[in-house]
């Protein structure tokens, strides 16, 4: 069974950055896209970003040009680099497959960004 481990959340003030890990167990993402979703209180989860078939990138218009998906070189962690937060960034965020999730979901990390 694939298990997902999201880290790197915490409390920042807006304008402030965080930099989010996800470690997948197996290979799963030398064979899937790699994305990141969030879920913020009272909401649907929604996909942030994912990295498309030719390894570029697509971000959703509300972290366009402030977040970067990325993955290590071999695959195994894939990163959410999030620069100028602000508070409506404010989630639990998870990894998964992009664009569409099809592994069970972990436990996310939680970000919350201060005003």
């Known amino acids: 069974q694939v298990q997902l481990v999201e880290s790197g959340g915490g409390l920042v003030q807006a304008g402030g950055s965080l930099r989010l890990s996800c470690v997948a167990s197996?290979?799963?993402?030398?064979?899937?896209?790699a994305g990141w979703y969030r879920q913020a209180p009272g909401k649907q989860r929604e996909l942030v970003a994912y990295i498309t078939d030719r390894d570029s990138t697509s971000y959703r218009d509300a972290v366009k040009g402030r977040f970067t998906i990325a993955e290590d070189a071999d695959k195994k962690v894939v990163y959410l680099q999030m620069n100028r937060l602000k508070p409506e960034d404010t989630a639990v965020y998870y990894c998964?497959?992009?664009?569409?999730?099809?592994?069970?979901w972990g436990q996310g990390t939680q970000v919350t960004v201060s005003s």
């Open positions: 197996g290979d799963i993402f030398k064979t899937n896209r």
């Open positions: 998964n497959s992009g664009p569409s999730p099809l592994f069970s």
